[in-house]
């Protein structure tokens, strides 16, 4: 009986947090950002105003989903780590719908690639775009640009390799997006391995598909990897990328693996 009270408990809970998330994505869109554009003139300083608010927004939400018993989250060595690093690329596997919203609430300073849809959004496209995000829809030469300047500027840029949710057989297959970005760039890569025990909100998995048993989110980092290591005079980018794209999914199969 108290197991079928703490599942109802914890479904309305994930239908509040869903809920708060998208209309506090609103408001900030309609209050704080237009308050940031009015006060701070400079366009730089204006966006690492914009990207602190979401940062502090999101590690509310965190705390809000852990303090309703929706999750746990073990993130804290993860966050103590990442604070060392400036203008590198974060990298990670990506099993769950709320992925991001961790990985930024760690990082004060994160920037992203944001699939077109969000930018679409109507609850969320205030804040991508107040934030300065990077549109993954702009063509391949604007998009290293982009995230040049992005890196160059000293934040961190979050980017899921696998392009989407982790499929539900649970192999990690990467793009070689990242890759291209790290080497053309010359930015290490920090590998960040997402776990959630029970598995939720993964890919096709409807957000009301609630595990009997309260997940457990962690989150792990690697040592950083060094992407001139892939580079060989005799070889091409292409060949390079394709070559630490294969390095760095073994090293996510492997350490989800060992986490399973």
Known sequence: MSGMINYC????????????????????????FPLLFLL???????TR?????????????VYMIQFFGIFNFDIKQAEKQLANYRGKIIIANHPSLIDVVV???ILPQADCIVKKA????????GVVKAAGYIKNSQNADELMEACSQSLQAGYSLIIFPEG??????????????ASNIALRCGVDMIPVTICCQPSTLAKSEPWYSIPCKKP???VGTGKPVNVRKFIKSDQS???SARRLTAYIENYFNEEVSSHA
Do not use: C, D, P, Y
């Open 9 to 32: 408990w914890r479904l309305v809970a994930s239908l509040f947090s869903f809920i708060v998330f998208g209309v506090g994505g609103l408001l900030l869109a309609v209050t704080v």
């Open 40 to 46: 701070i003139q400079n366009e730089a300083e204006r």
């Open 49 to 61: 105003s914009a990207r602190l608010v979401i940062h502090n927004s999101f590690r509310f939400f």
């Open 103 to 105: 990985l930024i609430s």
């Open 118 to 125: 969000l930018w679409n959004n109507f609850f969320l496209k």
């Open 164 to 177: 989407t949710r982790t499929r539900s057989s649970g192999k990690i297959e990467l793009q070689r997006g």
């Open 216 to 218: 457990v989110f962690k």
């Open 237 to 239: 980018m292409s060949i």
